[in-house]
């Protein structure tokens, strides 16, 4: 029987002493009563409270066979960890953070004059076909490279140079593209962008910027070199290579083309409304997923967006 019922039965029973009154002497009755009202209090008193926890229990009800704190069962569930790229990509920003980059982060989805116009891509322009990306039925664009993000930039740290300093910005963000996947190509990855303006911003301060960032990330001494490169919003554009550390599996011999870079094109300072005749800077983009490859001699770039846990638990 529960605590409620109990209460209920005693009240009952109570309620019976009450017809005593009449057979007791007149001078009797009143001491009776008033004992018999104090205990029909309490009785009632009694009854609410045990109504009140069980409702209270029905909120949320107490299992004292629940476990408590962290036995056995809880430490045998895998806990997840942090997605490789994730963390390189932590450690780029930081790298460039540390020589004085601000970090800000790229959208995932942007618009035609941000994917073209605002990097001097006019319409029917030719080199928009190597941009092959996805588009929402809205007429958004998953943008195809981390680019895009390059006159918000400009446009939100104009100030600084108008200040007597300088723009230094890179921008890590998640890219698409309309690719056939295979082992080095996939419709998801990772670049970062990287812009540096100022009065007399110069390509050899880029090659030393570029230089210093892959010797930092892999930790070695590196050979570099570029060749010549065509992107609508740099002029004179470049590709950049390192020579593949031995430490890394290099034989000495092969040159890894690490990012696409340049001066940037005066169009492009001018849509952003910074004046070309003063102002000059250097622009670079690059691969994340390629980068960190290379750091642990991944071969096949599908893995990163495969979600195999046999894959993430390595790291
Ligand atoms: N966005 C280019 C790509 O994905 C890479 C690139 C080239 C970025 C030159 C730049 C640049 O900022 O100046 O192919």
């Given at each position: 029987m529960s605590d409620i019922d109990k209460i209920k039965q005693e009240l009952k029973k109570l309620n019976l002493e009450y017809a005593k009154i009449k057979d007791l002497a007149p001078e009797e009755r009143k001491d009776f009563g008033i004992k018999l009202n104090k205990k029909r209090e309490e009785l009632n008193r009694k009854l609410q409270e045990a109504i009140d926890s069980a409702e209270a229990g029905e909120v949320s009800p107490i299992d004292i066979t629940a476990p408590t704190g962290i036995n056995q069962d809880v430490k045998s569930i895998p806990r997840g960890t942090r997605h490789p790229l994730m963390t390189e990509l932590d450690k780029v920003a930081e790298i460039y953070n540390k020589m004085g980059f601000n970090v800000i982060e790229a959208q995932q989805l942007d618009d035609e004059y941000h994917m073209f116009e605002s990097l001097n891509?006019?319409?029917?322009?030719?080199?928009?076909?190597?941009?092959?990306t996805f588009r929402t039925e809205e007429g958004f664009i998953p943008p195809?490279?981390?680019?895009?993000m390059q006159h918000r930039a400009l446009k939100r740290f104009k100030s600084d140079l108008e200040n007597g300093g300088q723009i230094a910005v890179v921008i890590p963000g998640r890219v698409f593209r309309n690719e056939d996947v295979d082992a080095t190509h996939e419709h998801t990855f990772y670049q970062c962008e990287g812009i540096f303006v100022s009065k007399d911003a110069t390509l050899g301060q880029a090659l030393g910027v570029m230089k210093k960032f892959f010797e930092t990330y892999y930790g070695q001494e590196l050979n570099i070199k570029t060749q010549p490169g065509y992107f609508?919003?740099?002029?004179p554009s470049l590709e950049f290579l390192i020579e593949k550390p031995k430490s890394l599996?290099?034989?000495?011999?092969g040159w890894l083309e690490m990012l696409g870079m340049g001066m940037i094109h005066p169009n492009v300072l001018k849509m952003a409304g910074i004046d070309p005749t003063i102002y000059k800077g250097f622009a670079w983009g690059g691969g994340i997923d390629r980068l960190v490859m290379l750091k642990y001699g991944?071969?096949?770039?599908r893995y990163f967006e495969s979600g195999k846990l046999e894959f993430l638990e390595e790291f």
């Open positions: 891509f006019p319409e029917g322009h030719p080199a928009r076909d190597g941009y092959d195809a490279h981390t680019s895009t609508p919003f740099t002029e599996g290099g034989k000495g011999d991944l071969t096949d770039v």
